[in-house]
């Protein structure tokens, strides 16, 4: 596991938020070539996007379909997510990642295809985020 340091570029210096552990931490590397990637932090998906997901996408699908929520969730996930990677033997495996592996944006996106799956295969209608409580 490699740390992850934020901060700000300030007169073109890296200002980072916890200075005295990246300070530390880069004493670790006096002397060796180092690799350093800088971007914009990446916005991990909300508390909000998972409840409505799986208390209002899954469950209207749920009580719509005759399938526990759990298995919508297996379903939406596998459908939309699955990566196919090259395992051991050559061999292509399917990989399913968790949730929580995925950004805001690609979370949005995930709900928008469940959403419009519903629809289209199930003629469901998901209720918007704003349309309902959950």
Request: glycine share 8%; charged share 20%; proline share 7%.
């Amino acid at each position: 596991m490699e740390p992850k340091f934020i901060g700000t570029i300030k007169n073109g210096h890296f200002i980072p938020e916890r200075l005295p552990v990246f300070k530390a931490y880069i004493q670790g590397f006096e002397g060796r070539q180092v690799e350093c990637v800088l971007r914009k932090p990446q916005n991990p998906k909300t508390l909000q996007q998972l409840r409505y997901f799986h208390g209002v996408v899954c469950k209207v699908i749920a009580n719509n379909t005759g399938y526990t929520q759990d298995e919508v969730k297996g379903l939406l996930k596998g459908h939309f997510l699955t990566e196919y990677v090259k395992g051991p033997t050559g061999k292509e495996v399917p990989i399913v990642p968790s949730l929580t592996d995925l950004k805001k944006i690609q979370m949005t996106e995930f709900i928008d295809q469940c959403i419009t799956l519903a629809a289209t295969h199930w003629h469901i209608v998901i209720p918007a985020p704003n349309e309902v409580n959950y």
